[in-house]
Every structure is written in C-alpha cells, then in structure tokens.
C-alpha cells in the first residue's frame, strides 16, 4: 500500500488518523493476529506492530516489560512479519507500520528484511535507533518508507530538511523521554505540534505519553493524529487473558470517537 | 593502509564502525557536545585545566614499573604502565576529569553515568564532588548488590547511586537506563560515559582522554629500555585502557598490539564477554561494532569474573583495528586471570584489578616463547575491590549462584 497516498487522502478530508501500537508477541504470541484485527475493527486507521528487542533504549517499563514478555514467549523479527502478512490479508485496508530497533533487522539481512517486509505488505517503517543519516544501512530493493522522528528539541532547520527528503508522515515524540504513560502532557506539546506540522509540511501523528481519551482533541487539533501505545499495553496487560481482542477493542473505541467528535475542520 | 590514527572521519566513524545511532531526541545533545569538545580541544586554558587535573588531582604521570621478578618468570623484561596508581585505582579517572571540565564548561548542572563494578562511578563521583557538580550513577542492582563497598565510596563523595532494575540488571541495563535518564533530561545534564563506546563523539573523546596513558608510556619506555616495546597489551571490555595505551603506537608499526577480552568460563561455554573474537557487527548504545548477540540479533548477556568486562559490546575503533589487523584480540579465562591476579601478588607486591589480570594472563601464557625485548603491559587498576569476590571464588564453591539468566 503507499502509505503517503492513504495519510494525505485522510488529511485532506480532514479525518483524524488513529494509530495504536501493539508489540508483536504481548502478551502472548498467539493473541497477536486476533489483537490486530480487534484494533482494526475498532477503528484504527493504521497499525504499528513492534518488533521485541532485547535493549529497547527509547521505551519507558511499560513497553520494556512487553518487549521481554514477547521475547520469552519466542517472538522475532521472523516471526513478527509473518503475522503481519496473515494480517494483511485479512485486513488489506489497515496499513501495517513495523516498529522496532535496527539490530534485529541487521541480523536478518538488509536484502532479505526488505524483500520479506515488503512481501507481508508493510507499508512503512520506524526505526528509533536509525537516524535518517545512516537510512543506506538498510536499503535494499522493496525497502518500505523509512518515517522520521521528531522531538520538541529538534531545531526546525532540522525539521526543514527532514520535511523535504518525503515521508509518509512525521512521527512527533511530543515529550523529552522515553515512552509512557503521562498524566498530563505539557502546554508546550501543542505548540511543538504545531511547529513540527508547520517546519516539515508532512502530517505529523503525536505519539509518547497519550493515554486518555480526553487528552486527544488538544493533541489532535494541531496535528493529524495519535499513536497509542504504553495505554495500550496497559489495558492488555490488566485484561483477562481469554478475553484480549474483546478488551483492545474496548480500549481503542474511545479515541475513535474522541477524534471523531472533533468532526472535519471548516473549509 | 589508511592513516589509522586519523579516524574517525566527519561522520563518526573508523571505517564502517561508530557512527550515532541514536533516537532524534539525543541528536542536539551530541551536536552540541562535538562542538564544545572541538572548541575545548582548540583552548589552551581546557588544556592546562585537564593537565592540572591529571597532575595533582590524579598522580600523573604514572610510572612504569620494570617488574624484575615477573620478567624473569616470562622470560623477557616486562615494562608495567603503572594505572593503578592512579586515584581511585583506575585508568577510568583520567576519562572523567576530562569529561568533567567539558560538563563544567559547556554549563551543565548535572551528570550522569553508567558504572558496572562501580570503577566509572567512583571515578565520576570524585571528578563530579572535585568541580561541585551534581552526580546520579546507574548501577545494575545485581551490581549493587555485589560492589556494595564502591557504592559507599559514591554516596561518600555525595553522588546518589540509581538502581537499574531493568534486564539482567548489569551494565548493559545501567547504560540503557542512563541514556534513558538522558533523554529525559537532556538540556541540563551531561551524560558522561565510561569507555570508548557509544554514539559519536564519545569513542573519539574518551579515546583522547586516554590516550595519555600511551604518550606517557612511549616517552618512558623510550626513557627506561631505550626502545620501543616489541608488545603492547591491555585487557579490553568498553576497551578504554587500550586504546589509551594504543593509540600512541599505532603508527609504529613495529610494536605489537594486543587486546585481551574475557574469556570467561571458557570461549566455548557461552558464557564469556569475548566480543570481538566471538561476536558479530550489530548496533547497540549509540553506535555500530562487534556484539554479542544471538541469531535474531537481540544482545546477549556477557559473562565474566570480572565486571568492568561484563559487557557485550566494544568499542568501535577496536572493531576497526580487528578488521585491518593491526591489534590482535586475544582472550584468557576466569581461572587463568585469578592465577595472574595471585602471581602478580606475590612475584611482585601489586595486586591487580580483575581486569587488568586478563592482560596478565594472556602474556603469563607467552612464557618462555617471546624474544628478549621489551614487553609493555597497562596496569589498568588495582584490585583491592576484587578482594571479596577472591576469595569467594577461591573457596571450594562459590557461594552465590550465577548471575540472573538473561530473558
Ligand atoms: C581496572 C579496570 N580495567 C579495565 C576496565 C575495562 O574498561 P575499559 O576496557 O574501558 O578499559 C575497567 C572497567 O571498569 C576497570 O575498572
């Protein structure tokens, strides 16, 4: 799927993109494929399927404990693309996103990584660890989009540059730190928002620390969407293991509506 | 050949290692950092700060030993770079005096460090309590468990010691929670690292703050044996004592470098910290060089007697001087360093670090083979710190069970 077509269609409608994340494996890795398709019927637009890694720097408890969990349960790289291309072909309108770290993927071979992903049909990647600078790491024919981070500390010549080498949309880490949970998010989340939109012109989605429902029609106002992922985690974790898709689709159908709500902007 | 001691390039890196593998937060920190440390390097008054420091803070220069009764039993005479004598015991204060002054200057209020055995740490409190600057230090909890004595000497010297209780709760997991803590804080706090690792600039930096240990015992030796060694060896875990040691002599191409790693229960156990013989190229903390990792490339949990060699990673200009040849990396096990680590007592009164031991071992392992010419060993630090774990290991059993499997 190409990404970039599918993100600005919505932008330009004016709907607010909804990105949940899930680490492949958590809690457990027959659960993962029924989770997706759970958080796909519940109405997210895109998906970001993480990939466990042992030393997963960027990542708060939360999502650390998922990753070992994952990893103990036998995930890998392998594995992880596998069932994003069963889900692919269940789902073939929710683009799939691979997160993780770049080791796992240097493991497995930069030609072999990428002609695999693009097989299962991944629309793009995040890779915290690997800076758009060193991207010729990992190119290879069929390697999906490379999508870049941005912080609130990120100068906007930086923002500038990243906005012109393209990309499918902006990952925006809206706090200094790892990921998590935050009770409340800084006032100055929605004006780096804003800057990273106004300095890169891609869509930005705002992810790191969003964890209620209430707090998305601030965020989403001055940006194109949200990434879930710690809350997520969360409710996965406090749920009856029988009952998981059930409670991934509790979960997400608030900020369905929440963005929902927030209705298209004028024209 | 390149010009080997000209690296890295703009980029970070000695040839395809190095690099700055970092999440977009970290980037303005390390622009910031390379460019406060190229314009420290171009400051004399940096300069006789860091050589006032290194003279009457730490006891610089350090000697070189001919240790007469070790020479005999290896059959060449052995010129020892005495780093023990160092304060605090260690080579790694040299590092931390020098990243100090730069956190001073570049005006951060807080620093931040990783340690594994609590040598870095120790190091860093000082440094930090020297300059009045305020000091946090990651330590596994199984570390602090296990160094409880270097976890005194930090909270002495008013550092506050965080328990990293993530992973296997050693130093790989105190050096992703350090860098955690640094990207949460990143516009206060110095995030001083302990050896050649991690993202550019912190291998090149560390490097030059070690580097003197080489500069001091070229000139000494030159002085003492009126020659250049024919061998130089240090042990290796991030692998600062030995490119400090190296990097002087480097472009004399006669004197042999030889690096060596932990060994462990033996190479073919799977439990050892051998990264460079054993392992593969992978990115891990900031940058890229040899790990140890498994088939899917999650990292693997080091193993060693010694914990300033517990560690699965290295740095990168040593994969780069592995990759063209010009040091050899070696390895000795647990057993092989305790036996050093007593012979060295005895033979000579100076109880070494574990670590240093390991260098020991390999070249006690030459005996009787080498040439009679000169041979350079760096005394990384003294081992009073591994008095308790010595004698442990030297009852019939020791009394602690292995170290928390990883995963
Ligand atoms: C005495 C001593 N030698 C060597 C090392 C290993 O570090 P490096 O390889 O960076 O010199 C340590 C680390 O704690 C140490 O304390």
């Known amino acids: 799927m190409d990404l970039s077509a599918f993100i600005s269609e919505r932008v330009v409608s004016g709907q607010k993109l909804l990105a949940p994340y899930l680490c492949a494996g958590f809690p457990n890795p027959e659960a993962t494929l029924a989770i997706l398709e759970a958080l796909a019927d519940a109405g997210a637009d895109l998906i970001e399927l993480g990939v466990p890694f042992s030393d997963p720097l960027a990542d708060g408890p939360v999502l650390q404990a998922a990753s070992i969990r994952a990893l103990r349960a036998g995930m890998n790289l392998e594995t992880t693309l596998e069932i994003a291309g069963q889900f692919q072909e269940r789902r073939p309108t929710v683009p799939l996103v691979l997160m993780g770290y770049v080791n796992p993927i240097l493991a497995m071979g930069r030609e072999r990584f990428a002609s695999k992903a693009s097989a299962a049909g991944i629309a793009g990647l995040l890779i915290p660890d690997l800076p758009p600078e060193c991207e010729g790491l990992l190119q290879a024919p069929g390697l999906p989009p490379l999508i870049p981070f941005a912080a609130p500390n990120t100068p906007i010549p930086r923002l500038e540059a990243l906005g012109e080498r393209g990309a499918p949309f902006l990952y925006a880490v809206s706090v200094l730190g790892v990921t998590g949970t935050r009770d409340a998010l800084s006032k100055n989340v929605p004006v780096f928002l804003a800057r990273a939109k106004q300095h890169s012109g891609l869509p930005v989605l705002a992810g790191f620390g969003v964890s209620r429902p209430e707090q998305v029609p601030e965020l989403a106002s001055v940006c194109d969407g949200v990434i879930l992922g710690s809350a997520l985690a969360k409710a996965l974790e406090a749920a009856d293991p029988a009952k998981l898709p059930g409670a991934a689709e509790a979960f997400l159908r608030p900020f369905r509506k929440a963005l929902d709500a927030m209705g298209a902007p004028c024209c | ?407």
């Open chain 2, 1 to 407: 050949m390149p010009v080997l001691n000209a690296l890295p390039d703009a980029k970070g890196y000695f040839g395809a290692f190095g690099g700055s593998f970092v999440p977009e937060t970290l980037r303005p920190a390390l622009a910031e950092l390379e460019a406060a440390y190229a314009e420290a390097r171009q400051d004399p008054t940096f300069e006789t700060e860091f050589r006032e420091a290194l003279t009457t803070f730490t006891c610089r220069p350090t000697p070189l030993y001919p240790a007469l009764r070790l020479s005999a039993r290896i059959g060449a005479p052995v010129l020892l770079k005495r780093e023990d004598l160092n304060h605090t015991g260690a080579h790694k204060i040299n590092n931390t005096l020098g990243q100090m002054l730069l956190a001073k200057r570049m005006g951060k209020t807080r620093v931040i460090a990783e340690t594994g055995a609590g040598q870095h740490g120790v190091a860093t409190a000082a440094a930090a309590a020297r300059l009045g600057l305020r000091c946090e230090v990651h330590m596994g909890e199984e570390d602090i468990r296990r160094q409880q004595l270097n976890v005194r000497r930090m909270e002495l010297m008013g550092a506050r010691v965080i328990p990293a209780r993530s992973g296997t709760r050693t130093l790989k997991d105190a050096t992703n929670e350090a860098i955690r803590d640094w990207v949460a804080n990143v516009e206060d706090t110095f995030y001083l690292i302990g050896s050649v690792v991690g993202p550019h600039p912190y291998p090149t930096m560390v490097r030059d703050f070690q580097s003197v240990i080489g500069r001091e015992a070229r000139e000494q030796s030159l002085a003492v044996a009126g020659r250049l060694p024919s061998l130089a060896i240090a042990c290796v875990g991030g692998g600062s004592n030995a490119m400090g040691l190296f990097h002087a002599f480097i472009p004399d191409e006669r004197v042999q470098l030889i690096g060596v790693e932990a060994a462990g229960k033996g190479l073919d156990t799977g439990l050892h910290a051998a990264t460079l013989t054993l392992g593969r190229p992978g990115v891990l903390h900031g940058a890229m060089s040899y790990l140890l990792q498994d088939a899917d490339g999650q990292i693997q949990e080091a193993h060693s007697i010694s914990a300033g060699l517990d560690y699965p990673g290295v740095g990168p200009e040593h994969a780069f001087l592995k990759e063209t040849g010009r040091v050899r990396y070696e390895s000795a096990t647990d057993d092989e360093a305790l036996r050093a680590f007593e012979l060295l007592s005895e033979l000579e009164g100076i109880i070494p670090a574990f670590e240093s031991a390991h260098a020991l071992a390999w070249l006690l392992r030459q005996a009787g083979q080498l040439s009679n010419e000169p041979v350079l060993l760096c005394l990384s630090g003294r081992g009073d710190k591994d008095l308790d774990e010595y004698l442990l290991r030297t009852q019939k059993e020791p009394s602690r069970g292995p170290i928390g499997l990883y995963l």
